[in-house]
T-cell receptor, first 116, second 109 residues
Framework: NAGVTQTPKFQVLKTGQSMTLQCAQDMNHEYMSWYRQDPGMGLRLIHYSVGAGITDQGEVPNGYNVSRSTTEDFPLRLLSAAPSQTSVYFC???????????????FGAGSRLTVL | GQNIDQPTEMTATEGAIVQINCTYQTSGFNGLFWYQQHAGEAPTFLSYNVLDGLEEKGRFSSFLSRSKGYSYLLLKELQMKDSASYLCVPMDSNYQLIWGAGTKLIIKP
């Protein structure tokens, strides 16, 4: 049981380049989400999905796109990278979003992105 | 607005007990989580409280008082591996998780 798998673990981009962070879970979780974590700050929600075919914006969605074509996969696309997007990105999933006890998040190992 | 207040950093001694306090303000309430995050790693789930009172899980216990907007995490028999950040994460009426910067706990021998 792999849990939540994120790739790549590290990436360096130049300003203006695009890339996709991959996230896959094998737990049949309905809810998937992307967070970014910056030094001294709490996790900030970028985008989330409550099921296949459904996505919604979080707190800081600008500059990022997502899609959820399958239950398992939830890729995050950076359209035109900017230095402000230098951060650690976490993908997380849970069985449900709207059932308190089932909201325990399982996180991927994280992707450290640097934009020059 | 919604906010969380936790100490930025705490220091404790190996083998001792430490209590990490958290006060929160949210728009409605659907429970509160505690997560542990080691440096350079992802957060991992520790506990969940939705009703008032104490939940015990091995060396870790978590307490909730909804009327006071207050929770604490109690860590007993501290070990060096407990050095980490501890995140108090309440959930609002829309089931949105409210994340703060957490408390960095340093364990000294």
């Amino acid at each position: 049981n792999a849990g939540v798998t994120q790739t790549p673990k590290f990436q360096v981009l130049k300003t203006g380049q695009s890339m996709t962070l991959q996230c896959a879970q094998d737990m049949n979780h309905e809810y998937m989400s992307w967070y970014r974590q910056d030094p001294g700050m709490g996790l900030r929600l970028i985008h989330y999905s409550v099921g296949a075919g459904i996505t919604d914006q979080g707190e800081v969605p600008n500059g990022y796109n997502v899609s959820r074509s399958t239950t398992e996969d939830f890729p995050l696309r950076l359209l035109s990278a900017a230095p402000s997007q230098t951060s650690v990105y976490f993908c997380a999933s849970s069985y449900s979003h709207c059932s308190s006890g089932a909201n325990v998040l399982t996180f991927g190992a994280g992707s450290r992105l640097t934009v020059l | 607005g919604q906010n969380i207040d936790q100490p930025t950093e705490m220091t404790a001694t190996e083998g001792a007990i430490v209590q990490i306090n958290c006060t929160y303000q949210t728009s409605g309430f659907n429970g509160l989580f505690w997560y542990q995050q080691h440096a350079g790693e992802a957060p991992t789930f520790l506990s969940y409280n939705v009703l008032d009172g104490l939940e015990e899980k091995g060396r870790f216990s978590s307490f909730l008082s909804r009327s006071k907007g207050y929770s604490y995490l109690l860590l007993k028999e501290l070990q060096m591996k407990d050095s980490a950040s501890y995140l108090c994460v309440p959930m609002d009426s829309n089931y949105q998780l409210i994340w703060g910067a957490g408390t960095k706990l340093i364990i000294k021998p």
